[in-house]
């Protein structure tokens, strides 16, 4: 099995096991992170995707493939360092998108107002933030 298969595989697996995942993809200088456990994910690089329940009433495998490899061949091409692949299930759908790591809460609160997101992601306290004008300007 090839290592991308391997890392679907778990992205798959998590994300229907956990609610949700988050794969940071590494540089030269930078090592990968998976679900870190401290700082703020940080969504809207990148178009969304949603996934639906198939007729058997399960997320499917393929499909999900297809749309995290859409994503993991942007990210290639995309002139930023702490980006990845985010995924979460919310209202019985799974969601995904291109995210941004971040170890400063100010920064990512800034980053997501500019780009017009409702919330954040707090690695530490495995909960979202959400935006808001008073969490700006505290």
């Given at each position: 099995m090839t290592e991308r298969a391997l890392e679907i595989r778990q992205a798959y697996g998590a994300t229907i096991a956990d609610k949700g995942y988050t794969h940071i993809m590494g540089t030269q200088s930078l090592p990968s992170k998976i679900n870190p456990s401290v700082g703020y994910v940080?969504?809207?690089l990148?178009?969304?995707?949603?996934?639906?329940?198939?007729?058997?009433g399960e997320f499917d495998f393929v499909e999900f493939s297809e749309a995290w490899g859409r994503y993991a061949s942007f990210i290639k091409n995309y002139p930023m360092n702490n980006i990845g692949i985010g995924t979460w299930i919310h209202l019985d759908k799974i969601y995904f998108d291109i995210v941004e790591y971040s170890g400063s809460l100010e920064y990512a609160m800034q980053s997501a107002k500019a780009r017009e997101e409702i919330a954040i992601?707090?690695?530490e306290n495995q909960k979202?933030?959400?935006?808001?004008?008073?969490?700006?300007e505290a």
């Open positions: 940080i969504g809207g990148w178009k969304e995707t949603i996934m639906e329940r198939n007729t058997r992601w707090d690695c979202e933030i959400p935006v808001t004008t008073e969490t700006i």
